[in-house]
């Protein structure tokens, strides 16, 4: 796998009219740099809710890195992988197997294996004893540079969120520190994936990644070459191949955002199907926010007359809900 993509590919991206935005703006100092930005985030959110991100100051050589660390992972045998666990962390750290998974409601299992990392918190703190998903990481023993990559990876990845939710507020018509409060000690998860290849007759409706919403606020998808993302096209009904764009993450909005804007920014559902008859990796990185912050609809997000289609929820409390429906166990 690489993060570079042939021509062709490129090709097909433009085809498919999921925006490309280019986001070098945001990071200078020109007010009116900043409000295109903006434009383009707010036309790309209204529309399908998925956009490629370039101009995001992240390297391809740390992209590479990123993917290669995943791989030798995830070559481990399985008693390796396994001393690692997800099951055996309380802040849900770790390597999740085959299956592990179910985000489509009734649709078999996942055919996906992960590796979660998150915001290193010691066990004993206060944040990890009260909040959902807040604790150590875990390190597979013996993998030289690692750690080292992935939470690199990991501390550009939040950055980088901070920046796109600067871009977001500004486009919603808020101040572009709107989102500050959200972003203080986080919950925010970097999932290595590993798709295996479909069988070629797989369970009915056996999916790599089930339709779904994502639960957070932002997600920062890395995909390899290989491609199998589909995102749903509301107004046509239909599944669009997101293709992969070389040195671009994709950018979808979760439900903390679609709660917090009444809809206005949709949580747009997706899903993979890895028929490529080759190995997928992928990193998404789910901002979803510090667990304490109250999501209620944000009033200028409503029409005149409009009332707010959801009730106040704190992102913990939404976070444990959504990863009890796919792991189909409760997360008190
Ligand atoms: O692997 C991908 O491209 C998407 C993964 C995804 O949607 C998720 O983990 O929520
Ligand atoms: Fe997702």
């Known amino acids: 796998m690489s993060a570079t993509a042939s021509a062709s590919q490129v090709e097909k991206a433009a085809e498919l009219n999921l925006p490309i ?112 998903n807040t604790g150590p990481n ?76 994502d639960f957070g606020g932002i997600t920062i998808l890395l995909q390899d070459n290989v491609g199998g993302l589909q995102v749903w096209d509301h107004d046509q009904s239909l599944w669009l191949d997101a293709v992969p764009v070389p040195g671009a993450f994709v950018i979808n909005l979760g439900d903390l955002i679609a709660r917090w804007t009444n809809d206005t920014y949709r949580s747009t559902r997706h899903r993979v199907i890895n028929a490529s008859g080759q190995e997928r990796y992928s990193a998404p990185f789910f901002f979803c926010g510090n667990p304490a912050q109250r999501i209620e609809c944000i009033q200028s997000c409503l029409e005149p007359g409009e009332g707010a289609k959801y009730a106040a929820v704190t992102v913990d409390e939404h976070m444990r809900e959504r990863y009890a429906a796919t792991y189909k166990r409760s997360f008190d």
């Open 138 to 213: 875990v390190w597979p023993a013996g993998l030289a540079g690692f750690e080292a990559v992935t939470s690199a990876y990991f501390a550009e990845m939040r950055s980088l969120a901070g920046v796109l939710l600067e871009g977001i507020a500004l486009s919603l018509g808020l101040d572009a520190d709107f989102f500050t409060t959200l972003e203080q000690d986080p919950i925010a998860t970097l999932r290595l994936l590993h798709y295996p290849p479909q069988a070629a007759n797989p369970h009915p409706d056996e999916k790599g990644c089930g339709a779904h919403t």
């Open 21 to 132: 935005v280019d986001i070098s703006g945001l990071r200078g100092a020109s007010a009116s740099e900043r409000s295109k930005v903006a434009t383009a985030i707010r036309q790309a959110c209204l529309d399908k809710g998925f956009f490629y991100c370039v101009g995001h100051g992240v390297a391809a050589s740390t992209m590479q890195r990123l993917f290669d660390a995943s791989a030798e992972f995830f070559a481990l045998p399985m008693d390796r992988k396994l001393d690692v666990a997800m099951s055996r962390s309380k802040a849900n750290r770790g390597y999740e197997p085959l299956r592990g998974q179910t985000l489509e409601a009734g649709a078999p299992p996942d055919l996906k294996e992960g590796y979660y990392i998150g915001r290193d918190v010691p066990a004993d703190d206060e944040q990890a004893l009260k909040y959902f």
